[in-house]
């Protein structure tokens, strides 16, 4: 639906750098490192590259706050989504999670 809707567009960067991570991550630095702009990644080894190389980064879960910031979710949408993201892979700390769990439930 994001593309559909010209929200969401795919970009080849002209960098071509080898930063030995993933192809994903690589490349989303490449392009975020040539359009000077901040990149959303959640593997370490990513963030740290970016930071080395002065790209602003920030995470999945800064996104889904942001959202809920700015009122376009509710506390229980910040939930699901992050629950779905835990149940898809992705990793949050037990305790961070307790401290998000009792912040989304206030």
């Not at 040539?34 to 190389?53: S, V």
Request: aromatic share 8%; proline share 2%.
């Amino acid at each position: 639906q994001a593309f559909d809707e010209g929200w969401i567009e795919v970009i080849q960067s002209k960098i071509k750098e080898d930063f030995r991570l993933g192809k994903g991550e690589t490349s989303a630095i490449q392009l975020a490192r040539e359009k000077k702009e901040t990149i959303i990644l959640d593997d370490y080894a990513a963030i740290k590259t970016a930071e080395a190389l002065g790209i602003p980064t920030i995470r999945t879960t800064t996104i889904i706050f942001m959202s809920l910031e700015k009122k376009i979710i509710k506390k229980e949408e910040a939930l699901t989504l992050i629950n779905a993201l835990i149940e898809n892979g992705y990793y949050i700390a037990p305790k961070f999670y307790i401290e998000i769990v009792r912040a989304l439930k206030k």
